[in-house]
């Protein structure tokens, strides 16, 4: 295989990466307990995945107490858990990888069981979004379907931008190269986003430029602390995980894009509609949202969802992304860019340890050469 694209250099804002292949955020479920503290296992975790110029995403890590929805998913509010991730993103730049921590607030998907208490909170309410068949809470008891949600007053955006800004500089304070806002998969920038779950009628309702407005401000939170060539964005237009719907969302994120323009961003990490969560539900659909948005941003591109190596290396040489993030791959190959560099056969992920909370599944896939190659352990579970 030809690997001249994804093997060019590229850079991202200030920083140079030696190579195309990004890891894409992957909750693991794995952070210490009590406290949603990154340990030593998750330190072990990234450093397997951390190669010399590659760049890591961390998995969505929780900006506030109150934006918890995933039970043994990592914070970034306390000392204790900036220290952890200090560890983490020590030991990556140890082996010439960089890192930006993807900052995340579950909003409506979420459970009183993690948020302890509060209900979880959206752009509105909708109760009949959650379908049977959507993806469940994960809670210390086990999946369950999500609390019942309110919609925020207008008074309490401002805090939770705050909350997204004080999250940037625990970012920072851990050493993070970066901070990629999740705005993706139906969680709280999304859900104000898109209109099937936005029916508000005040300044943050209604119009495109409306529902776009809490999500720009907390780009700009995010701005205020790193300078926009240290921010990246995760968008995934007509993404349908977590109950999502829109009635116009190539205008809906058109527009986000087009406004995104004005910060200088590091890059726009877009997700394949192909993809819902971490399930391919439209086989054999190219990278359309890349290919769209392209045209419209100014600055890097990454594109996510579905892809494998020979398609990845296409989307670059075809100029629709600067880079490809692999999300299952990445999980079950340690060392994947030096597989696709050097084209050698993948190990295949298996589904049932997604989201458990131990080494296994975790941190023993084997690197190449390192025992078995290419299992295959691909088995459908309900759970995600
Ligand atoms: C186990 C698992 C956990 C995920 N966690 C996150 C997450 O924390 N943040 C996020 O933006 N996407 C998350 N995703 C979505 C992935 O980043 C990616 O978009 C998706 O897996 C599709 O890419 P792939 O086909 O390369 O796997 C997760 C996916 C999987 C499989």
């Known amino acids: 295989m030809k690997t001249s694209a994804l ?21 693991r ?15 072990e975790y990234y ?12 998995e969505a890590t929780t900006i506030s107490p109150s934006a918890r929805g995933w039970f043994g998913a990592p914070g970034i509010y306390t000392d204790r858990q900036v220290e952890g991730w200090k560890k983490i993103v020590d030991s990556v730049h140890g082996k010439g990888g960089l890192m930006f921590s993807q900052l995340w607030h579950t909003g409506r998907a979420s459970h009183v069981e993690v948020t302890e ?3 979880p909170v959206s752009a509105s309410v909708n109760p009949s979004y959650w379908q049977e068949g959507e993806r469940l809470t994960s809670t210390p008891h086990g ?8 919609a925020l007053e207008i008074s309490e955006i401002r805090g939770i931008v705050e909350d997204y800004r004080k999250a940037a500089e625990r970012a920072k304070a ?28 005040d300044a943050y309702g209604g119009s495109i430029a ?41 205008a809906l994120f058109a527009y986000v894009t087009e406004q995104l323009n004005q910060f200088g961003l590091a890059y726009l990490h877009v997700v394949e509609p192909r993809v819902k969560g971490n399930i391919v539900i439209a086989e054999g659909q190219g990278p359309v949202a890349a290919e769209q948005l392209r045209k419209i941003f100014n600055s890097k591109i990454i594109a996510a969802g579905g892809f494998e190596p020979e398609t990845a290396e296409a989307v670059v040489e075809k100029g629709d992304a600067d ?55 691909e088995q459908v579970t309900t759970s995600a």
């Not at 479920?29 to 330190?43: K, N, V, W």
């Not at 969680?187 to 508000?200: E, I, K, M």
């Not at 349908?240 to 009635?247: I, L, Q, R, T």
Request: no cysteine; aromatic share 10%; glycine share 12%.
């Open 7 to 27: 093997f060019t250099p590229l850079n991202i804002g200030p920083l140079t990466l030696k190579h195309r292949v990004v890891m894409a955020p992957l909750t």
């Open 29 to 43: 479920s794995r952070s210490e307990q009590p406290g949603d503290i990154p340990g030593d296992l998750m330190r």
């Open 47 to 58: 450093t397997q995945r951390a190669s010399d110029g590659g760049l890591i995403i961390s």
């Open 117 to 119: 208490g509060p209900a």
């Open 143 to 150: 999946w369950v379907k999500p609390s019942p949600h309110r």
């Open 174 to 201: 851990a050493g993070f190269d970066g901070v990629e806002l999740h705005g993706a998969n139906g969680y709280l920038p999304d859900q104000f986003l898109q209109d099937g779950s936005n029916q508000r009628t």
């Open 210 to 250: 409306n529902r776009a407005r809490f999500l720009l401000e907390v780009v700009q939170a995010n701005v205020s602390v790193w300078g926009g060539d240290r921010v990246g964005v995760r968008i995934a237009p007509s993404g349908s995980f977590n109950g999502m719907s829109d009635s116009n969302p190539n």
């Open 323 to 377: 880079a490809v993030a692999f999300g299952r791959l990445f999980l079950s190959n340690p060392d994947l860019p030096e597989r696709i560099k050097l084209g050698l056969a993948l190990n295949e992920y298996d589904r049932n340890t997604f989201y458990t909370f131990d080494a296994k599944g975790y941190i023993d896939y084997p690197f190449y050469g390192d025992g078995v190659s290419n299992v295959k352990l």
